[in-house]
C-alpha cells in the first residue's frame, strides 16, 4: 500500500549520480514532490548559507545525468556563478509561484 514510501526514503534508488568533497555537493536524484522527476542541487559555502539550492530539474534520467555533469563543471572548475536561482520543482513552490507569492529565496547571490 505504501511502497511509493518506499522509493521516497531509498536514495540509492533515487540517485542519478552524486558528488561530494568537504562541504560542496553537487547531487542529482529522481525525486517525488517535484514538477519533474529529477533535479540537481547545488551546495556550496558561498551560497544560501551553505545551505543546498535546487539549480535544475528535468524530465529524463538522460537530461538529468547531463545536467549533474554540467553543475559538477560550475562547480569544480569554475567560475563559481554571481548567483544561484532555485529553480522551484517542488509543487509547493510551484504552487505558491503561481498564487503570486513573493519567492524571496530564489535568487541566492555568492
Known sequence: MFEFLNDFY???ER???NWEEG???VDTA???DGEKPYETAFQ???YN???MIIVEAYDTKEKAQTGHERWLKVMTEGPLPDALTDCCNAGVAVFCEALGSEMTFKRQPR
Do not use: T
Request: aromatic share 6%.
Open 10 to 12: 531509498n536514495y540509492e
Open 44 to 46: 556550496h559555502p558561498e
Open 15 to 17: 540517485k542519478v549520480a
Open 30 to 32: 529522481r525525486v517525488s
Open 49 to 51: 548559507d551553505g545551505k
Open 23 to 25: 562541504d560542496r555537493m
